[in-house]
């Protein structure tokens, strides 16, 4: 990167910057730039489904009716036994 284009973007960012500081940036920019065009010069195939289990029908275990608990069971611990779940209103 150039002093003229580096004095630019502060000019655009609204930047004061001394010409010492814009000679270093200028210098940091420019590696960090080569060091990204390194990195986009990796060819990498990249895979939605790479690493993921995918579950098919075949291996989920069949549906099985089993008992379970009563409303008396459920509801003995709430404070409200009026037969349903009392939740807060979130709609105003």
Not at 23 to 33: P, T, V
Not at 53 to 67: F, H, K, N, T, W
């Amino acid at each position: 990167m150039d002093l003229k284009m580096l004095k630019h973007l502060a000019d655009l960012s609204k930047l004061d910057i001394s010409d010492a500081a814009a000679e270093k940036l200028a210098r940091e920019m420019s590696e960090i730039i080569k060091l990204m065009d390194t990195v986009k010069s990796v060819d990498i195939v990249y895979d939605v489904h790479d690493g993921e289990s995918i579950v098919g029908y075949g291996q989920l275990r069949a549906d099985e009716v089993q008992p379970s608990l009563s409303s008396e069971d459920v509801l003995k611990n709430a404070a409200d036994q009026s037969g349903a779940f009392a939740v807060p209103k979130v709609v105003g």
